[in-house]
């Protein structure tokens, strides 16, 4: 059985009154867009056209022991509860590996609800009640050992190809995603768009997996580069930070959005970070050197 985005939407409006009636506190649910829930209303009254943008929302939830709190990040697909729930629940007691189990048994449970079956208050209640032995478990790694051995870690470096990149919301969230998760790159927006994001393999695909909206086309991982390090890898890293790349349009077509971007500009920069190579893997073609 399926149902329409706009009886998926009331759905959601459902949950979203459920939850802040169990968490009424100012600030223990927190929307992304504040906006986002009477825009919801106005779509489906009809004083609005356009379709309204995903529900996003945190909910910071108090573990009681250990005493702790946890983050849970939410996104609502606009067909949730028929489309899978996106989750990612976040604490700073706990380390990568122990962040990771948590979200695969968190998205494991999620997993074996039916479509159609509203699952946010449900994931909210594992966490509640499953979390406390993420936590034990890494005090049982950490405490016995007084010299650790080196833990070997995967750098990975993505490039990562969309048609285009224009909406100035989805460029203001890769770049807020990309500072939060520590990874460092560039997203060229434009036509086409190129992204890339280097930094440890857990916050990359953490990355790859959030911006992937489920509406998004057109986009794709064209080039991974992985490299094994015990360092923290900040000495194999190409970029300092994250941030936006905007380079010239070819022709003088201003702010439409069918101009291309300049590739002889792009592949410039890459050679500057030392990434001449990824030019053909992106585009097809090879590179030519300007002093030639």
Same mark, same amino acid.
Request: aromatic share 10%; glycine share 6%; with cysteine.
């Given at each position: ?15 979203? &009154? ?6 009424? =506190?100012? @600030?223990?649910?927190?929307? &992304?867009?504040?906006?986002? $829930?009477?825009?919801?209303? !106005?779509? $489906?009254?009809?004083? !609005? ?40 629940? *976040?604490?700073?007691?706990?380390? !990568? ?35 406390? %032995? ?22 990975? *470096? ?12 989805? *460029? ?29 393999? &857990? ?11 489920? =509406?998004?086309?057109?986009? %794709?991982?064209?080039?991974?580069? %992985?490299?094994?390090?015990? @360092? =923290?890898? &900040?000495?194999? *890293? ?7 790349? $905007?380079?010239?349009?070819h022709g003088d077509y201003g702010l439409r959005n069918d101009y291309h971007m300049n590739l002889g500009q792009f592949l410039e920069f890459l050679k500057k970070h030392k990434s001449e190579h990824v030019f053909q893997i992106l585009f097809g073609i090879e590179s030519k050197s300007s002093d030639s």
């Amino acid at each position: 059985m399926s149902a329409s985005v706009k009886e998926c939407l009331q759905l959601q409006l459902l949950e979203m &009154e459920m939850l802040f009636s169990m968490f009424p =506190n100012q @600030g223990e649910v927190k929307l &992304e867009d504040v906006n986002a $829930l009477t825009n919801i209303k !106005r779509y $489906l009254e009809g004083t !609005r056209e356009a379709l309204p943008p995903k529900i996003e929302f945190v909910i910071t939830l108090q573990i009681e022991e250990p005493k702790v709190k946890i983050d849970l990040q939410v996104t609502m697909p606009h067909s949730y509860p028929y489309a899978a729930l996106q989750l990612f629940g *976040r604490s700073s007691e706990l380390d !990568r590996q122990q962040q990771l189990l948590l979200n695969k048994g968190l998205t494991s449970y999620v997993g074996t609800f039916d479509p159609g079956e509203l699952c946010v208050c449900a994931a909210i209640q594992w966490l509640q009640d499953n979390s406390a %032995s993420y936590f034990l478990n890494r005090k049982l790694v950490y405490e016995p050992s007084t010299q650790a051995k080196p833990v070997k870690n995967t750098f990975l *470096r993505m490039w990562i190809y969309s048609h285009h990149i224009y909406q100035q919301d989805l *460029r203001k969230k890769i770049l807020d995603i990309g500072k939060r998760l520590d990874v460092t790159g560039f997203c060229m927006t434009g036509k086409p768009g190129i992204i890339c994001v280097e930094g440890f393999k &857990e916050h990359c695909e953490e990355f790859w997996h959030t911006i992937r909206y489920p =509406n998004w086309k057109h986009i %794709s991982c064209k080039h991974a580069e %992985s490299i094994e390090t015990e @360092g =923290n890898g &900040e000495d194999l *890293r190409l970029f300092h930070s994250f941030e936006e790349l $905007l380079l010239e349009a070819h022709g003088d077509y201003g702010l439409r959005n069918d101009y291309h971007m300049n590739l002889g500009q792009f592949l410039e920069f890459l050679k500057k970070h030392k990434s001449e190579h990824v030019f053909q893997i992106l585009f097809g073609i090879e590179s030519k050197s300007s002093d030639s």
